[in-house]
């Protein structure tokens, strides 16, 4: 915890070097061809997972491998952000700030999430339906080759709202925790996150082959997730100036949704743009019905997945701006 003014003018600094790595995110985002964390998270999760399933078939090895696995890699990625920053902050202090920012912009993806939803919308304004089907394939789990334009408009907007959470501010919240220990700071807890979240994007389903290896950690991103969506839903409530009509819609509908995070994000946003998401979405051929979440009030519009992008961007400042002012005080 923090004790004394050093303490605090350290936590300013990382509070700072969070708001760098925002503004970085926002006008480049991951730039292309270069290795970004997440690849070499996703490489290990990979190997050791093919080791995994061909070495060990019973449901509790597998379970205790995947225990392994998610231990080791949220840990493993939280210190080896730690050691890289201190180790390039001992060679210079600009060059340790400057990695730092490198690795917590590449924890915020408020441009990748921007960027996939305009590529899609693109080729949908001039009513190119195949190929904006073929681009939200590359983002979506579910079929998208016979999908309506009112339906591709919903996976966008889905798209978007569930993963502002686990994209964007459930990393900001845990950098800014790391903000507030000395001696660990941003990094090691936003790449922990990170890790995380890629864990459960690989191997956090209850399907075959990944149901007792994923287990754990689908589990621990459910668990890491659950405060910082919370604190989202309470951002978006306040930012609506109506917040008891949204908590109302979210404590109606978002408890329908079988994951304890996406159905409340989602539905947070839907409340506050006055329209529904959810229904029917096939997934290799078989139909899924999802809970519906919010009021039809409006149709869902491509105005509407910018102004959702827009309150995931008002969240993040308004997040950096408290923790800016609450470290401040302290001086």
């Not at 979440?293 to 961007?313: E, F, H, N, V, Y």
Request: neutral net charge; contains cysteine.
């Amino acid at each position: 915890m923090i004790t004394n003014e050093a303490e605090v003018n350290w936590s300013i600094a990382q509070v700072l070097s969070c708001l760098l790595a925002a503004l970085l995110d926002f006008l480049i985002g991951d730039p292309v061809g270069w290795l970004h964390p997440v690849q070499v998270m996703g490489w290990a999760i990979a190997h050791y997972t093919d080791q995994v399933l061909a070495r060990f078939k019973s449901p509790f090895s597998q379970r205790m491998a995947g225990i392994i696995l998610g231990t080791g890699l949220i840990l493993g990625s939280g210190a080896a952000g730690w050691w890289m920053v201190e180790m390039t902050r001992w060679v210079h202090p600009l060059l340790g700030m400057g990695i730092e920012v490198l690795l917590l912009a590449s924890c915020f993806a408020a441009r990748s999430l921007r960027n996939a939803a305009e590529s899609v919308l693109e080729p949908l304004r001039a009513g190119n339906l195949d190929e904006a089907r073929s681009i939200l394939s590359r983002y979506v789990g579910r079929d998208t080759a016979n999908l309506s334009e009112p339906e591709i408009l919903r996976a966008i907007l889905e798209t978007v709202t569930e993963n502002a959470t686990d994209g964007a501010m459930a990393p900001l919240f845990y950098a800014l925790v790391g903000a507030a220990l000395p001696g660990i700071g941003s990094v090691p807890l936003a790449l922990a996150y990170k890790a995380a979240s890629t864990l459960d994007s690989m191997v956090g389903y209850q399907e075959p082959p990944y149901t007792y290896l994923g287990w754990f950690s689908a589990r621990a991103e459910d668990g890491l997730t659950w405060l910082p969506c919370r604190l989202t839903v309470l951002t978006l409530s306040l930012l609506s100036g109506r917040p008891f009509h949204i908590w109302r819609i979210c404590l109606r509908d978002a408890p329908k949704d079988p994951s304890p995070n996406s159905g409340w994000s989602e539905c947070a946003y839907a409340a506050m743009l006055g329209v529904q998401m959810g229904g029917t979405n096939w997934y290799r051929g078989v139909a899924k019905q999802k809970p519906l979440l919010g009021d039809a009030i409006d149709a869902i519009a491509p105005s509407k997945i910018k102004q959702a992008l827009r309150l995931t961007r008002y969240c993040f400042l308004i997040w950096l701006g408290v923790a800016l002012l609450g470290f401040s005080l302290f001086i």
